[in-house]
T-cell receptor
Framework: GAVVSQHPSWVICKSGTSVKIECRSL??????MFWYRQFPKQSLMLMAT?????????EQGVEKDKFLINHASLTLSTLTVTSAHPEDSSFYIC???????????FGAGTRLSVL | SQQGEEDPQALSIQEGENATMNCSYK?????LQWYRQNSGRGLVHLIL?????REKHSGRLRVTLDTSKKSSSLLITASRAADTASYFC???????????FGKGTMLLVSP
């Protein structure tokens, strides 16, 4: 149990376009989901906490208008990178909290390359 | 700022050997978790140890926690090539659900 699906796994886009990444909890309801960014050989950096039915809580330094997060249901959160630029190229990972012991269940990640 | 700092940054061992990774943190915690990440993939939860626990086992994994030193260690016994991955500690502080991840240890287990 506790499977989180993230899609797409890899996306290449042109500079200036927007990219949407989906994160779904397949076999449980997740009131809270998290979005992270990871640079090569580095740790995860929390971008925002997504709560179902309310606005996301962004970490300091993360542009809300750049990284739009929507958590419309208990099983789906989306991250939209708007007007992507090459510096937005990174590995984005989502996770979901089942509300048990604060263990997070992670998606497989999305590698974004902006040309 | 990073809560957890793992050392070593990288560890290379032979199959069958034990691997020990350490994690230090700065503030009081509710619990500490260890996660594993295979290259280019998401993280997988390995084990959680509460702040009032000192040691915990799960299969070939052994985790210790020393809250006085604000440190934890992860021991993988009888390592296998399939254990090759990056290992991260993560801390949960106060009543918040967010986790703060350390910088990770890259483990390479050679056959």
């Amino acid at each position: 149990g506790a499977v989180v699906s993230q899609h797409p796994s890899w996306v290449i886009c042109k500079s200036g376009t927007s990219v949407k990444i989906e994160c779904r909890s397949l076999d449980f309801q997740a009131t809270t989901m998290f979005w992270y960014r990871q640079f090569p050989k580095q740790s995860l950096m929390l971008m925002a906490t997504s709560n179902e039915g309310s606005k996301a809580t962004y970490e300091q330094g993360v542009e809300k208008d750049k990284f739009l997060i929507n958590h419309a249901s208990l099983t789906l959160s989306t991250l939209t990178v708007t007007s992507a630029h090459p510096e937005d190229s990174s590995f984005y990972i989502c996770s979901a909290d089942r509300g048990s012991k604060n263990i997070q269940y992670f998606g497989a990640g999305t590698r974004l390359s902006v040309l | 700022s990073q809560q957890g700092e793992e050392d070593p940054q990288a560890l290379s061992i032979q199959e069958g050997e034990n691997a020990t990774m350490n994690c230090s943190y700065k503030t009081s915690i509710n619990n500490l978790q260890w996660y594993r990440q295979n290259s280019g993939r998401g993280l997988v939860h390995l084990i959680l140890i509460r702040s009032n626990e000192r040691e915990k086992h799960s299969g070939r994994l052994r985790v210790t926690l020393d809250t006085s030193k604000k440190s934890s260690s992860l021991l993988i016994t009888a390592s296998r090539a399939a254990d090759t991955a990056s290992y991260f500690c993560a801390t949960d502080a106060g009543g918040y659900s967010t986790l703060t991840f350390g910088k990770g240890t890259m483990l390479l287990v050679s056959p």
